[in-house]
């Protein structure tokens, strides 16, 4: 390995790295919503699908991107509030395993409403921001990418700010660490998981926006939900931080093992390499990177 | 801990199994006199196939708690594999091929069944996803599973056993009424043994089932192992019996979705669960097209249509997770329980 090309290797990396950050902003939304109530919602997906989709049918229409926005922020308040009332509340106290059917068939539902309500056809979306790569010592990186890093780092620490400092937050963190002793203490579970799951949906907004601006709106934007698996399963399923850290490592890796070892594969181990990258990992740490580890009691 | 009483079997009762007896006759005799080709080949190919993947899948999820969402790869594998040991052994019986494709399809799944001795819940069923992702990118990347076809779509060889050949509709009918019920029996009969019952120790509760001696780690391979055998099996009813071809695209995660959905519609820890859920899943898209067909005529597109199929099968999921979270099979013991005491009541007046 002698003439070893350092520069591409990095350029590789980095731009590895810098999709990992888009896995990261989906897995977000999941982190968000199983840390409070303990579903691994698998309609994450859906729901980007979903606000991506509103959101372009509203420009399209000619509406001016702040209000599109606005209004999609709303619509997507407004399904996470319709989600807890109609399947949710039904559920509590259901084991995490009928939760995670019912956002199951939940993704079903708005994937067919989407897509029924907007119409199949593939939009393209312009954010106006310019894929230019530019020059960093030799490293070429793509200006989106880093505009994209750059909001997942805001919406990051928007959130961090939030659990931390508001009163909604403190109640988020209250209802993740015990529930009953929330309950007992007067927080009302039903107004905060729904204000949970609003919050993933604004999540999923930003993340569907991301997105489409890259590979257009279209019914496999739904399917990213299978790219966010393994970087929860690697990150933890309950930790932000997880989500961040296990986004750049399985970017990160399945970069680099395209591109290095793929040829030996045949090509197109991007499919299933991240599943193997973060069951390896697990096998050493059962709880991912971040996440709480279970005590058994019998 | 009724979870458990009504796991285990009501063995002093003799009517279960006359009702079974009454069934099996219905499909062997009464349903080849009556049905048409059409029922053959759009609904009860499909619904043994897929119900003996449910029966495979509810002993690793309903009986043994470990749940998964590879499912159709595991029928890939036993599709293909068939196929192959069919193509490449000579005088191999068809018989013979199957049963190897179901160890197969029970090798496979012990390899990605090694994470559960580790991974638990939604880690677990996260990592199920690496087998259906692989084993489809596997067969679709090296042509050497569907011999080199250009297109990907082989098709099946004939089914023929000891020389007679099961042809047509019928025929096929009867080859896949065969192995399901033959395979049916053997799992009504494991899952009410020694090692059910461990199976369902384990679900119930690890730790206290390893205190009690039960070998944990041995337990949960084999039901990776019996589970895969059975959904390898059902895998190649899927493939020789009802489509003829076999080709990995039908295997893809929508179909391990469909066989997780049948499942719990027809309720976790129930053999007979997986053929009431088959039913519905298998029915109820033929239903649906011909009533939107008949109400809104030609209004109703297929996109259309697809959407409005998505959306009602998703609701009537959230539904029944609701309403009947032990599935048809709970709604099916109610309405035989009213049955018997309004036929004891009319009895006595």
Redesign the interface.
Known sequence: MADFDWLFFIEVLVGGLLSGVMYSLVAIGFVLIYKTSGVLNFAQGAMLLFAALTFVSLTERGISFPLAFIITFGVMVFLGVAIERTVLRPLTNKPPITLFMATLGLSYVIEGAAQLLWGTQIHGLDLGIEDLPFDVGGVYISQFDIFAAVVAAGMVALLSLFFRYTRIGLGFRAVADDQFAAIAVGLRLPWIWATVWAAAGVVALVAGLLWSARVGVQFSLSLIVLKALPVLVLGGFDSILGAIVGGLLIGASEKLAEVYIGEYFGGGIEGWFAYVIALAFLLVRPSGLFGQKLVERV | MSAIASDLPHSHFPARWAVTLALLAIAYVGVPLLGSSYLFEAILLPFLALSLAGVGLNILTGYAGQ?SLGSAAFMAVGAFAAYNFNLRVDGLPLIASIVLAGFAAAAIGLVFGL?SL??????L???T??AQ??V??ALT??SWFSNDSASGVIDAPALSVAGFVFEGPVGRYYFALNVVAALTFLSYRLVNSQTGRNFIAVRD????AR?IGVQVLKTKLLAFAVSSFIMGIAGVLWAFAYLRTVEPAGFN?DRS?QI?FIV?IGGLASIRGAFFGAALIVVFPLLLSRLGSFLLGDVFDS??LD?????V??????LF??LE?DGLVALWHRVRKRIGTALRRSRSQ
Do not use: C, D
């Open positions: 749940v994470p580790r991974l638990k819940g939604f880690y069923a996260v990592s996803l690496a992702f692989f489809q990118w990347k090296f509760n690890e730790t206290a205190i995660l979705f997780l719990i996109g259309v959407m409005t199929q998505r959306i099968l998703g609701v009537l999921i959230i997770l609701i979270p």
